[in-house]
């Protein structure tokens, strides 16, 4: 089964016409995920898999201001310190390297944010690249 996760990027200003764009990108997996995080809670395990030699597409977003860690919550392999609305995002042609050393099995969420945190993952991934 094909699965398309599409990213619409968009940008306005003052002193032009808004310019709207969209990247689409298939493959034969995916893993999506709303994840609510309750506030002072340290480390909350998540299991979750990433192959980055079959990764698509990946997005994170919180609500809330959280610190993710992977693999690790004493010596994580990447530490990510999301603000609130502010996404995390890479695909496949943007001109980035992927966000990861290397693959993902877990990730540590920590949210001090005085509220409870939604914090939405979206994974595209393909088997066959």
Known sequence: MAYTHNLDVGWSGSSQAPNNN???????????????????????????????????????????VVTIETNSSSAPQETFTLAAGVPVLWYTGCGYAVPFAGDVTKIYVTNASGGTATIDIHILHDSTP
Not at 25 to 51: F, H, K, P, Y
């Open 22 to 64: 969209r990247v689409s990108l298939t493959g034969d997996g995916e893993d999506n995920r709303q994840l609510s995080v309750a506030n002072s809670v340290t480390d909350q395990l998540v299991n979750l898999a990433i192959d980055i030699s079959q990764l698509k597409m990946f997005v994170l977003v919180s609500n809330a």
